[in-house]
Nanobody, 120 residues
C-alpha cells in the first residue's frame, strides 16, 4: 500500500487549500481513508475520514463546516478541501488507510505527510 499526499503550502488566515492523497494497493471505493494532522510538539490527531462503502464522512469538531473530505474513484484519490484556514490549523497533514474503528483512531498505512502553514 502506498499513499502519496500533496497540496500543502504557506497561506494566510482565511485562505483555502486542497490536499490530495493518491492511493495504490487500495481502492478508495472499498477502503476507508482519512486525514490526521500533527502540529509541532503535539500528538497526531484525527481530522476527517471517509468510509469506503457508502462514502459516509466524519470530522473532528474543530474543522466541521470548514473542511470537506471527498474522493475521486476514477483517480483513486481522496481530497481534503480546507476553507477559512486558521493559524491553529498549521500542522503536517497525513493521509492514511486501514482502520478497524470508526471514527479512526489510527491507520495501519500512512502517506509521507504534507505541511500546511497558516500565517496570521
Amino acid at each position: 500500500v502506498q499513499l502519496q499526499a500533496s497540496g500543502g503550502g504557506l497561506v494566510q488566515a482565511g485562505d483555502s487549500l486542497r490536499l490530495s492523497c493518491a492511493a495504490s494497493g487500495r481502492t478508495v471505493s472499498n477502503s476507508g481513508m482519512g486525514w490526521f494532522r500533527q502540529a509541532p510538539g503535539r500528538e497526531r490527531e484525527f481530522v476527517a475520514a471517509i468510509r469506503g462503502s457508502g462514502g459516509n464522512t466524519v470530522y473532528t469538531d474543530s474543522v466541521k463546516g470548514r473542511f470537506t473530505i471527498s474522493r475521486d474513484i476514477a483517480k483513486n484519490t481522496i481530497y481534503l478541501q480546507m476553507n477559512s484556514l486558521k493559524p491553529e490549523d498549521t500542522a503536517v497533514y497525513y493521509c492514511g488507510t486501514d482502520s478497524y474503528r470508526w471514527p479512526p483512531v489510527r491507520y495501519d498505512y500512512w502517506g509521507q505527510g504534507t505541511l500546511v502553514t497558516v500565517s496570521s
